[in-house]
Every structure is written in structure tokens, then in C-alpha cells.
């Protein structure tokens, strides 16, 4: 039996154009907020089906975190507060970046941020990203320098690992939140890793990217489930709702109309999906 059920397109999203989409987030009042990361904007789809877009033209999103405060984290060229009035705060814009990818929180509100240091999209060969932790008071550390590509970020139950994709390894690598070093949770077996969420149980979604589905892997390493989706490119996952067992789904394509591209599939999960805390920094 699969972990996952009743997947569907959301139509008010699929009746738009978008190109990639990422960042998929279930708000609390169960509005879903994503980006269209090449067209540009943040967006959200209320329950009534209404879709709005929140900020325009930013492109590069790659992750949306709840903000303590209220409103969103987004990423791009650098990381913001995006706050309820519409009004922005800069989080991270370190030298040397080129942008920030995904993006997780600590149950203390640390920011967790996937630093890019070259730019893939533009053939610049590879140079190793960083895992950054940016704390309520300010402080930045860094948790690994050993992502090439850093993509999905998630947090173990028990609060002492952090889960992060490597896009360009197809890899999961675990990482001490406490310090000391990296290993290797995941390789994928087809695809790569793109976004990832973790449930109540510690198994850890992976999006496979251009491998069209999602694999549910083990805390200890081992595939539990490849779980096959109506896209060709599957770029994130993410848990939400009353029960946490509401999952969004973010792609590239769909198979309903190619010429609308990405979409957001909604799901259901026979296991509930780990908190997801807010940003306090």
C-alpha cells in the first residue's frame, strides 16, 4: 500500500501558465503559497481557489518558511522576510554568494539556508555551496561546505540531524546539526534530489527531480517506496494542514495540458508530516 493517495492537480494553479515551480508551503489557514522560480513571483492559492500573487517578478525562489512574526522567508539572490504589510528585511546576502536556495528552520527558529557559490543554470562549473544556520541574534555558521548544489533541507524528528539534498551529486547527505561531519543518507536511483520533507516517523520524501516521482526513504538509508507522479519533473514536497498529513506537491510540467507547465499536485499521506517550525532570525 503507498504512502501516498488522492493525487490531484490544483486546478486554480494548473489553469495558469507557470514554468518550474518549487517552494510548495500549506499555510495555516490552508491557503498554498510557491514560486515559479524562472517566470519570477511568489504566490498563493486560497482555499476558495483564488490565486494571488504575493511578490512579483523575484525570481530564484527555492524555499518559503512561516515567519514567527507573520508573512514569509523566501529565498533568491538573497533571503527575506517578506512581512504581512509587503514590507522586506534582507536575513542573508553573504559575499561570495550567488544565491540561496531551500530553506528549514529549527524548533528555536535558527534559519536553515542552502547557499549557492556558482551559477549552474549558466554552465559555470561546480564549486562547493555551503549549509548555513542564522540564528535569532544574528549569528551565521556554517554547518557543511560540502553541498555542491544545495537543494531540499529538512530536519530529523529528534531534532539533532539535518537532512539536505545535493543536486548535482543526486545525493541526501545528513548533517550533525550540533557539529561534526557529513555522511550520506540517499543516492538516488534515478533522477536526482531535489526538495525534501521529512514525516512523524523520520523517513525522509525526496522529489526526484527529472525522475518523475518522490522515493520515501529510511532514517538508517534503505527506500521504502518510489512513488511515481502524473509529471516528468517533480522539484519538492511538503507536509501541511489540520493533521499534517495534507502533502504539496511543486513540478515542472504536468500531463493534463504541456502547455501550462508547472503545477502543484495535492495528495494525501497515510503518515503525518514532521512540524514545520517558523523562522525567528
Given at each position: 500500500?503507498s504512502?501516498?493517495s488522492?493525487v490531484?492537480?490544483?486546478?486554480?494553479?494548473?489553469g495558469?501558465?507557470?514554468t518550474?515551480?518549487?517552494g510548495?508551503?500549506?499555510?495555516?489557514?490552508g491557503e498554498?503559497?510557491y514560486?515559479?522560480?524562472?517566470a519570477?513571483?511568489?504566490?498563493?492559492?486560497s482555499?476558495?481557489?483564488?490565486?494571488?500573487e504575493l511578490l512579483?517578478?523575484?525570481?530564484?525562489?527555492g524555499g518559503?518558511m512561516?515567519h514567527?512574526?507573520?508573512?514569509w522567508?523566501?529565498?533568491?539572490?538573497t533571503v527575506i522576510?517578506l512581512r504581512p504589510?509587503g514590507s522586506?528585511?534582507?536575513?542573508?546576502?553573504?559575499?561570495?554568494?550567488c544565491g540561496y536556495n531551500?530553506l528549514?528552520a529549527?524548533p528555536s527558529?535558527?534559519?536553515l539556508?542552502?547557499e549557492?557559490?556558482?551559477?549552474?543554470?549558466?554552465g559555470e562549473e561546480?564549486r562547493?555551496?555551503?549549509l548555513l544556520?542564522?540564528?535569532?541574534?544574528g549569528d551565521?555558521?556554517?554547518?557543511?561546505?560540502c553541498?555542491?548544489w544545495?537543494n531540499?533541507?529538512g530536519?530529523?524528528p529528534?531534532?539533532?540531524?539535518?537532512?539536505?539534498?545535493?543536486y548535482?551529486?543526486?545525493?541526501?547527505?545528513?548533517?550533525p546539526l550540533?557539529?561534526g561531519?557529513?555522511?550520506?543518507?540517499f543516492?538516488?536511483?534515478?533522477?536526482?534530489?531535489?526538495?525534501?520533507?521529512?514525516?512523524?516517523?523520520g523517513?525522509?520524501?525526496?522529489?526526484?527531480?527529472e525522475?518523475g516521482g518522490?522515493?520515501?526513504?529510511a532514517p538508517?538509508?534503505?527506500?521504502?517506496?518510489?512513488?511515481?507522479?502524473?509529471?516528468?519533473?517533480v522539484?519538492?514536497?511538503s507536509?501541511?494542514?489540520?493533521?499534517?498529513?495534507?502533502?504539496?506537491i511543486s513540478?515542472?510540467?504536468?500531463e493534463?495540458?504541456?502547455?501550462?507547465?508547472g503545477?502543484l499536485?495535492?495528495?494525501?499521506s497515510a503518515?503525518?508530516?514532521?512540524?514545520v517550525?517558523?523562522v525567528?532570525?
Amino acid at each position: 500500500m503507498s504512502a501516498l493517495s488522492e493525487v490531484e492537480p490544483v486546478a486554480a494553479v494548473l489553469g495558469r501558465a507557470h514554468t518550474l515551480l518549487e517552494g510548495p508551503r500549506i499555510g495555516p489557514d490552508g491557503e498554498l503559497l510557491y514560486s515559479d522560480v524562472i517566470a519570477g513571483g511568489l504566490f498563493s492559492c486560497s482555499p476558495a481557489g483564488e490565486v494571488s500573487e504575493l511578490l512579483p517578478r523575484r525570481r530564484g525562489i527555492g524555499g518559503v518558511m512561516p515567519h514567527a512574526d507573520g508573512g514569509w522567508v523566501i529565498s533568491g539572490r538573497t533571503v527575506i522576510h517578506l512581512r504581512p504589510d509587503g514590507s522586506q528585511r534582507e536575513l542573508l546576502g553573504q559575499d561570495g554568494a550567488c544565491g540561496y536556495n531551500d530553506l528549514f528552520a529549527t524548533p528555536s527558529g535558527d534559519l536553515l539556508a542552502g547557499e549557492l557559490r556558482y551559477r549552474p543554470m549558466a554552465g559555470e562549473e561546480p564549486r562547493d555551496g555551503r549549509l548555513l544556520a542564522l540564528t535569532p541574534g544574528g549569528d551565521v555558521r556554517t554547518l557543511s561546505d560540502c553541498v555542491t548544489w544545495p537543494n531540499g533541507i529538512g530536519l530529523s524528528p529528534d531534532g539533532e540531524s539535518v537532512y539536505v539534498s545535493d543536486y548535482a551529486r543526486a545525493l541526501v547527505l545528513v548533517v550533525p546539526l550540533g557539529g561534526g561531519p557529513e555522511r550520506v543518507l540517499f543516492t538516488s536511483p534515478r533522477g536526482s534530489a531535489d526538495g525534501l520533507a521529512v514525516d512523524s516517523e523520520g523517513f525522509v520524501w525526496v522529489a526526484l527531480g527529472e525522475g518523475g516521482g518522490i522515493a520515501r526513504v529510511a532514517p538508517r538509508g534503505d527506500v521504502s517506496e518510489i512513488i511515481d507522479l502524473p509529471a516528468s519533473f517533480v522539484s519538492s514536497v511538503s507536509f501541511g494542514g489540520t493533521d499534517m498529513r495534507d502533502v504539496l506537491i511543486s513540478t515542472a510540467d504536468n500531463e493534463v495540458d504541456a502547455a501550462l507547465g508547472g503545477t502543484l499536485l495535492r495528495a494525501r499521506s497515510a503518515v503525518a508530516g514532521a512540524p514545520v517550525p517558523a523562522v525567528r532570525a
